[in-house]
């Protein structure tokens, strides 16, 4: 493609370990968990097997103005107060930036699960007239993306990908392609979810997926731990500023890396279980490696996907093996985070940003008995200092999506 | 009900939804061209109004309530 330069220069998240970047930060070098017991009065009634989730640290409604927060889905709450953390963190302001030139790209899991439940509780119990006429705007998918773009004025084009746990990474994919196919000066990325609600929690929970250490939620997520026993259901948003380089330079912008490939394939596989050779990830990763014109050597680390699900957490390690080699240094951020679904790529493509930024690796919470089948150099315990030339963020979704991200010390 | 208690109270309707302060929301005041009121949240503030006055006010109805003023008159007129 086109020897245009993708910079990142400003980000914005609130997840269930703090309501910025700062504090998600800080959460997860000490590798402190997200996760808590949930107060929901629906978790007893309806016997859901699973009573605990990676709920957020700061309540949107207490950050956002009343009226706006009213009008907004909880999924498009945590979007617009990441986005607004990033623009402001880029020290962008609507007044000077070329809205032509400017696009948003926030992709979702779910979207809009909590109006389209309360929504049709009202429905059912109270009739028609009580439903809200907001109702459409704030349970569709795209929501995140249409509300920031509102927001920031974006008329580039707004966008919102749907690969359920990839969605963030392959939002950030795409703005990466939108700036080098010339489309855009400044893309504003990312992934949004809020889907802590009885229906999502029963279905994952019907799947199998979900830890069931009710009696422990802040050891239940332990990726690559040989007591793992299912990932741990999140909410949250990450967004991330993406800039033309010479754009960014010309208004003399902070940079905290550059975005130099991306990497994107299908498995083909099984619709939600994980090819057990990684194929299909291999094939991400090995595509995010030759788009961005870096020696795999030079790829010191990989903050991987890992879920802390029994069958998904070791073919990830068999395909950074195979495609960039045994020298990365991993770690995994849902055993703090949670599974973020939607925002994970999003939000630990953040984490990768600031560890290349900062020559520091978080640790993988929980982490104690390392998997045999793991042979890989796995950050636990402390965060590890290691001067970074490269890392990648490795996302993975239901559906067979794989999505790896190169990012570069600027 | 006093046409100034329906004013009172429907402003207290306008405020809560769309976030106009209540003390704007006066008579002569046009919903979607001075209180900035969009189709969706006029909904919301008739399906309130409904209920806090016991009044039914169908769609047809509604398009004809262009101010704050319209509605109280009509308010008033089908209490």
Same mark, same amino acid.
């Given at each position: 493609?086109?020897?245009?330069?993708?910079?990142?220069?400003?980000?914005?998240?609130?997840?269930?370990?703090?309501?910025?970047?700062?504090?998600?930060?800080? *959460?997860?070098?000490? *590798?402190?968990?997200?996760?808590?017991?949930?107060?929901?009065?629906?978790?007893?009634?309806?016997?859901?097997?699973?009573?605990?989730?990676?709920?957020?640290?700061?309540?949107?409604?207490?950050?956002?103005?009343r009226v706006e927060a009213r009008r907004l889905d909880?999924?498009?709450?945590?979007?617009?107060?990441?986005?607004?953390?990033?623009?402001?963190?880029?020290?962008?302001?609507?007044?000077?930036?070329?809205?032509?030139?400017?696009?948003?790209?926030?992709?979702? *899991?779910?979207?809009?699960?909590?109006?389209?439940?309360?929504?049709?509780?009202?429905?059912?119990?109270?009739?028609?007239?009580?439903?809200?006429?907001?109702?459409?705007?704030?349970?569709?998918?795209n929501g995140p993306a249409a509300h920031v773009g509102?927001?920031?004025?974006?008329?580039?084009?707004?966008?919102?990908?749907?690969?359920?746990?990839?969605?963030?990474?392959?939002?950030?994919?795409?703005?990466?392609?939108?700036?080098?196919?010339?489309?855009?000066?400044?893309?504003?990325?990312?992934?949004?979810?809020?889907?802590?609600?009885?229906?999502?929690?029963?279905?994952?929970?019907?799947?199998?997926?979900?830890?069931?250490?009710?009696?422990?939620?802040?050891?239940?997520?332990?990726?690559?731990?040989?007591?793992?026993?299912?990932?741990?259901?999140?909410? *949250?948003?990450?967004?991330?500023?993406?800039?033309?380089?010479?754009?960014?330079?010309?208004?003399? !912008?902070?940079?905290?890396?550059?975005?130099?490939?991306?990497?994107?394939?299908?498995?083909?596989?099984?619709?939600?279980?994980?090819?057990?050779?990684?194929?299909?990830? !291999?094939?991400?990763?090995?595509?995010?490696?030759?788009?961005?014109?870096?020696?795999?050597?030079?790829?010191?680390?990989?903050?991987?996907?890992?879920?802390?699900?029994?069958?998904?957490?070791?073919?990830?390690?068999?395909?950074?093996?195979?495609?960039?080699?045994?020298?990365?240094?991993?770690?995994?951020?849902?055993?703090?985070?949670?599974?973020?679904?939607?925002?994970?790529?999003?939000?630990?493509?953040?984490?990768?940003?600031?560890?290349?930024?900062?020559?520091?690796?978080?640790?993988?919470?929980?982490?104690?008995?390392?998997?045999?089948?793991?042979?890989?150099?796995?950050?636990?315990?402390?965060?590890?200092?290691?001067?970074?030339?490269?890392?990648?963020?490795?996302?993975?979704?239901?559906?067979?999506?794989?999505?790896?991200?190169?990012?570069? !010390?600027? | 009900?006093?046409?100034?208690?329906?004013?009172?109270?429907?402003?207290?309707?306008?405020?809560?939804?769309?976030?106009?302060?209540?003390?704007?929301?006066?008579?002569?005041?046009?919903?979607?061209?001075?209180?900035?009121?969009?189709?969706?949240?006029?909904?919301?503030?008739?399906?309130?109004?409904?209920?806090?006055?016991?009044?039914?006010?169908?769609?047809?109805?509604?398009?004809?309530?262009?101010?704050?003023?319209?509605?109280?008159?009509?308010?008033?007129?089908?209490?």
């Open positions: 493609m086109s020897g245009i330069d993708v910079v990142v220069t400003g980000m914005g998240a609130t997840t269930p370990l703090g309501g910025d970047v700062a504090a998600t930060w800080d *959460g997860l070098l000490a *590798g402190r968990s997200g996760a808590r017991t949930l107060d929901f009065e629906w978790v007893a009634r309806l016997d859901i097997p699973v009573r605990f989730a990676a709920t957020l640290a700061v309540e949107p409604t207490e950050v956002l103005p909880r999924s498009e709450q945590v979007a617009i107060v990441a986005a607004q953390q990033a623009w402001q963190d880029a020290e962008l302001s609507t007044d000077t930036v070329d809205a032509d030139r400017l696009a948003v790209i926030v992709g979702t *899991g779910i979207g809009g699960v909590n109006t389209l439940v309360t929504q049709n509780e009202l429905l059912q119990t109270q009739g028609m007239r009580k439903v809200s006429p907001l109702t459409v705007p704030m349970l569709m998918p509102l927001a920031l004025g974006a008329r580039a084009g707004v966008h919102a990908p749907v690969s359920a746990c990839a969605s963030g990474a392959e939002a950030i994919g795409w703005g990466w392609r939108m700036i080098r196919s010339g489309e855009a000066d400044i893309v504003v990325a990312g992934g949004a979810e809020a889907a802590i609600v009885p229906i999502t929690m029963a279905g994952f929970a019907q799947a199998r997926t979900m830890s069931t250490r009710n009696d422990d939620p802040e050891h239940a997520s332990r990726p690559w731990d040989t007591g793992r026993d299912g990932f741990v259901l999140g909410e *949250g948003a990450g967004l991330v500023v993406l800039e033309r380089a010479e754009y960014a330079a010309a208004r003399g !912008a902070r940079v905290y890396a550059r975005l130099a490939g991306v990497g994107t394939s299908s498995d083909a596989y099984h619709i939600t279980a994980p090819d057990p050779q990684a194929i299909g990830q !291999a094939r991400a990763i090995a595509a995010a490696i030759r788009n961005s014109g870096v020696d795999p050597a030079d790829i010191g680390h990989v903050n991987a996907h890992a879920t802390s699900t029994p069958v998904g957490d070791v073919p990830e390690t068999l395909a950074v093996r195979k495609s960039i080699g045994d020298h990365p240094i991993l770690t995994a951020p849902k055993g703090s985070l949670g599974h973020l679904l939607g925002a994970s790529g999003a939000v630990e493509s953040i984490a990768t940003i600031l560890s290349v930024y900062h020559g520091l690796i978080p640790p993988t919470a929980n982490l104690e008995n390392l998997d045999p089948g793991v042979t890989l150099d796995v950050v636990s315990g402390e965060a590890r200092k290691v001067r970074l030339a490269a890392a990648m963020n490795d996302s993975f979704g239901f559906g067979g999506h794989n999505v790896a991200l190169v990012f570069t !010390a600027f | 009900m006093a046409n100034e208690d329906i004013e009172k109270e429907l402003a207290e309707i306008v405020e809560e939804i769309a976030g106009v302060a209540a003390a704007d929301v006066t008579p002569e005041k046009s919903f979607v061209d001075d209180l900035d009121i969009d189709s969706l949240s006029m909904v919301e503030i008739a399906v309130q109004a409904e209920d806090k006055f016991g009044v039914k006010i169908p769609d047809d109805e509604l398009a004809n309530l262009k101010t704050v003023g319209d509605a109280v008159n009509y308010i008033a007129s089908k209490r």
